[in-house]
């Protein structure tokens, strides 16, 4: 296991079009966050699972966001009717419920809507 | 509102000097703290953490300070190497492995 895993890497999408992205966390990590972040800006917390419960979503995850976390293993964040707002760095990352020393994040998906 | 702030977005250090991060928050339910490191296409890498229960945390170059009184914090690099040349980022937490409000970054550059 080399770490949290994010696919696609990029993703270019036109406005109004779907996307997914996936997130493979650490096996034994119980808990998966998602994050955004701009240019510029820190990582924004987006929502998280504790196995397969989402159990907090931000004000910023509008109706168009849906994410999943089936049988508490990956997790997939999907965005309906992109906007060009949408446009940002997509982090996933994994920590033990129990751990108090930092998650590990992915390396990302750049989405850009054009 | 920006509940954790990283007023310098830049700093710029010469090799084998110390480098001091600073970190300014508002919440006072925050009581734990964490700094990453991230490089250009990257994801963060955790670095160091402190809980309010210390005011000092240290690990190998790093160490971290924590002022509860004032809400501010700072991670000391010493030496600096230019390896250290990325993106700091502060973040705090409310609870051990919750939900991680992050500062919008330093970016740091060490000169050879």
């Known amino acids: 296991d080399t770490g949290v895993s994010q696919n696609p890497r990029h993703k270019i999408t036109k406005r109004g079009q779907n996307v997914t992205f996936r997130c493979d966390p650490i096996?034994?990590?119980?808990?998966l966050y998602w994050y955004r972040q701009t240019l510029g800006q820190g990582p924004e917390f987006l929502t998280y699972f504790q196995n397969e419960a989402q159990l907090e979503k931000s004000r910023l995850l509008s109706d168009r966001f849906s994410a999943e976390r089936p049988k508490g293993s990956f997790s997939t964040l999907e965005i309906q009717r992109t906007e060009q707002g949408d446009s940002a760095m997509y982090l996933c990352?994994?920590?033990?419920?129990?751990?108090?020393?930092?998650?590990?994040f992915g390396s990302g998906t750049r989405l850009t809507v054009v | 509102d920006q509940q954790v702030k990283q007023n310098s977005p830049s700093l710029s250090v010469q090799e084998g000097r110390i480098s001091i991060l600073n970190c300014d928050y508002t919440?006072?339910?925050?009581?734990?703290f964490l700094w990453y490191k991230k490089y250009p296409a990257e994801g963060p890498t955790f670095l160091i953490s402190?809980?309010?229960?210390?005011d000092k945390n240290e690990d190998g170059r790093f160490t971290v300070f924590l002022n509860k009184s004032a809400k501010h914090l700072s991670l000391h690099i010493v030496p600096s190497q230019p390896g250290d040349s990325a993106v700091y980022f502060c973040?705090?937490?409310?609870?051990?492995?919750?939900?991680?409000?992050f500062g919008q970054g330093t970016i740091l550059t060490v000169h050879p």
């Open positions: 919440n006072s339910m925050f009581d734990y």
């Open positions: 096996s034994e990590h119980n808990r």
């Open positions: 973040a705090a937490s409310d609870t051990s492995y919750g939900k991680l409000t």
């Open positions: 402190i809980s309010s229960i210390k």
């Open positions: 990352a994994s920590s033990l419920a129990t751990a108090f020393g930092g998650y590990t």
